[in-house]
């Protein structure tokens, strides 16, 4: 049995309904970032399975990409997160909704 | 020395902007002096000008100054010919004269300095108007005319009357500009340009006459504003309001002919559109019949006198009309002598008489006042048509014009003769009641006579009433030949010739010396008559034409105004403005409601939104 990119992009697929399924489930801010990081790999995922297949070179910078901003992302969210926390000694995101319309 | 041509205008506007910012330091006598001087070397140089004329050395030309608009062909450029130097000299003439007069006139008023230099502003706005070689430059000096007439007849502003007076003349006019600025836009459309040489050249073949009516036609109606023609002569009388010498300058001896000068200058054109000049003349030959009924029911000395200004304005808009252009610029030139001349005596006796205006009041005033006396009389006989005097010539040169047209026209001779007997009458009238007689005033009043610097304009004033019209006698026609040049492509109606000429001027004589002996019956034999009821009220009232432009236009006017204000603008604008304010906030009221706070279901909007392009990508690449 060949593992063809099917596989890849299937496993990609259930890797980012997870991801998915975790920020709307979660409540837990912590989770929940974790969650997303989960998403965005499943991306970069089906970023080098397609550049691997087609054998283009871009797939495997765009995941350098995404990789880089997630850093970024994370250090200003885990940022925010403490400070939240240092706040309110807690995580839940559903206490969090001051800016309710 | 053309080249100084520009100076005419621009030395009254610097005497304006003198005396506006400079004038309180300048002081009361030496201010007045100095605008005086700032109209006196425009006349110099106007007067040097015009010699070449003369001579007949010298052909009109143009003086270009600067591009202003060149696309509609209306530049500051300044035509120097016959028509614009006689008016020119008119203008600075009479005007200087004035100038002085008011030094004297106005004397201890509090704005004194600004007087002269609405005055200045005055001279400058009507120089451009009779130098512009376009109508656009033209349409300048018309509109600065109308406003330092605004200026100078509310110029006692504190009363309301005064600042009425000038909101109606400056309401009237406009009226009047309106015909005027769509008539120069039909212009510009027939022609490209607003140029008079290219307009008046190319008017006979490129004009139909349809079109040639229609322009003539509006430009008509600005005349009829500016010439206080029927049915838009109704600000003059009111205009009286202002100070004396400005009823002489503007509404008696300058600003009012610019509409008798605009058609003259228009000649080519009028003379493609018969039926305009039928109309002009009529209505020239009606308003000077009306206003000569309605002056010889008033009892204020100016009122009588605007009247018959409007009298008189009607000669000359008859001539105008009956293309006998020369004599309606004789007659301008007669009447800017000795309207001027009435309504500088009139000042000079309302003056002497403390402000009192009205003629019941005053009487035997020429044992008090000599100089004003006879000059007056002087001017009564001129503007009453007395041989040889210039009143004579300039008005018979126009009724023999109408009688030598012939036909329809023949009509309006007839009311011209009758004109003339109505203008003797009350003139007559005016100085019997002012001068004869028995004295009717309170006994506070102590009439003297004026300054020299009052009595000096008077005879200067006198003088030119009395030999005026020897410029153009039948014998000798010196302005018909000094504005040749100016009309020489246009046909003009001349009075007729020999015997016929002689008898006319007979019969206009008889028709004056009536007058005159049926005023002396009537008023220099000892009682007054009681002038109330009927006839006298009404022709005092001016036969109720402002009551009847009242309840026809202004009163709907302010109704359509209050609506406006009462419904339209709160209902309507408000209504709008504020329901688009209303319209916002429930807008937004309703969609907040999608900003709950949670970021869950931010998260699921997103994933949901994800979702829907994720299946629509598919639906485009044919999965479903």
New interface residues.
């Given amino acids: 049995m060949t593992v063809t990119v099917a596989w890849y992009m299937v496993f990609a697929a259930v890797l980012f309904s997870m991801g998915?399924a975790g920020?709307?489930?979660r409540?837990n801010a912590l989770v929940?970032f974790m969650s997303i990081e989960l998403m965005l790999n499943s991306v970069n995922l089906t970023f080098i399975a397609a550049g691997s297949e087609l054998g283009l070179i871009e797939g495997q910078v765009a995941a350098l990409f995404v990789m880089v901003v997630a850093a970024a992302e994370v250090t200003v969210g885990l940022a925010i997160l403490v400070a939240v926390f240092r706040r309110r000694s807690s995580a839940n995101?559903?206490e969090?909704?001051?800016?309710?319309? | 020395m053309i080249d100084y041509l520009w100076l005419l205008i621009a030395l009254p506007l610097l005497g304006a902007a003198t005396m506006i910012l400079l004038g309180k330091r300048i002081g009361e006598p030496a201010s007045g002096w100095l605008a005086s001087v700032f109209v006196l070397i425009p006349f110099v140089i106007a007067a040097t000008l015009t010699v070449p004329f003369l001579n007949g050395t010298e052909e009109p030309q143009t003086i270009f100054l600067f591009s202003w608009i060149p696309m509609v062909g209306a530049n500051a450029s300044l035509l120097w010919d016959p028509l614009s130097s006689v008016m020119t000299l008119i203008v600075t003439g009479v005007g200087s004269l004035i100038h002085i007069y008011s030094v004297g006139y106005m004397h201890g008023d509090e704005r004194y300095p600004r007087f002269f230099g609405y005055m200045n502003l005055f001279i400058a706005s009507m120089l451009t108007l009779v130098l512009a070689d376009n109508f656009g430059l033209m349409f300048v000096g018309w509109e600065l005319v109308g406003l330092s007439s605004y200026l100078l007849i509310s110029f006692w502003f504190t009363k309301p009357s005064a600042a009425a007076a000038g909101k109606k003349a400056f309401i009237v006019n406009r009226i009047g500009d309106w015909g005027f600025l769509v008539a120069l836009m039909l212009i510009f459309a027939a022609f490209g340009t607003l140029d008079f040489g290219v307009v008046f050249g190319e008017a006979q073949g490129l004009l139909s006459v349809g079109m040639a009516t229609a322009i003539t036609l509006l430009l008509f109606v600005g005349a009829a504003g500016k010439s206080a023609q029927i049915p838009l002569y109704i600000w003059l009388p009111d205009a009286m309001e202002g100070p004396t010498p400005v009823s002489a300058l503007i509404h008696a001896a300058t600003m009012v002919t610019a509409g008798v000068y605009m058609i003259a200058r228009s000649a080519a054109l009028f003379e493609l559109a018969p039926v305009t000049l039928a109309i002009v003349a009529t209505v020239g030959a009606l308003t000077a019949l009306l206003a000569a009924t309605i002056a010889i029911g008033q009892r204020d000395i100016k009122r009588v006198l605007a009247y018959s200004t409007i009298s008189q304005l009607g000669y000359m808009v008859m001539a105008v009309g009956l293309t006998a252009f020369t004599a309606g610029i004789f007659h301008l030139m007669t009447h800017a002598f000795f309207k001027a001349l009435l309504f500088l005596g009139a000042g000079s006796v309302i003056h002497a008489m403390a402000n009192e205006q009205d003629m019941w009041k005053m009487g035997g005033l020429r044992k008090f006042m000599r100089i004003t006396f006879v000059t007056m009389v002087i001017g009564w006989l001129a503007i009453g048509g007395l041989f040889p005097l210039s009143g004579f010539w300039s008005k018979d040169e126009i009724l023999g014009s109408a009688f030598a047209k012939g036909g329809f026209f023949f009509i309006l001779w007839f009311i011209g003769i009758v004109t003339a007997l109505l203008t003797a009458f009350y003139m007559t009238r005016l100085i019997i009641l002012t001068f004869f007689g028995e004295k009717r005033w309170d006994d506070g009043v102590h009439p003297h006579e004026s300054p020299p610097t009052m009595t000096i304009p008077l005879i200067i004033l006198a003088v030119l009433s009395a030999v005026a019209g020897l410029f153009n006698t039948p014998v000798r026609l010196g302005l018909e030949h000094f504005l040749e040049p100016s009309f020489e492509a246009v046909q003009q109606v001349h009075p007729p010739d020999g015997i016929t000429l002689w008898v006319l001027a007979l019969a206009s004589l008889i028709v004056v010396i009536i007058g005159i002996v049926i005023a002396y019956f009537r008023y220099g034999r000892g009682e007054l008559p009681t002038e109330e009821g009927g006839y006298w009220a009404a022709a005092l009232d001016g036969y109720g034409v402002d009551a009847f432009y009242g309840a026809v236009i202004v009163a709907p006017g302010k109704a359509i105004a209050t609506w406006l204000a009462k419904f339209f603008d709160p209902k309507v604008i408000d209504g709008a403005v504020n329901g688009l304010g209303y319209a916002t906030r429930s807008f937004g009221s309703t969609m907040r409601v999608l900003q709950t706070g949670w970021v869950r279901s931010y998260a699921a909007a997103i994933v949901a939104g994800a979702l829907g392009v994720l299946l629509w990508m598919l639906w485009q690449g044919g999965a479903f």
């Fill in positions: 998915a920020v709307l489930l409540r929940m995101v559903d969090l909704s001051e800016l309710r319309g």
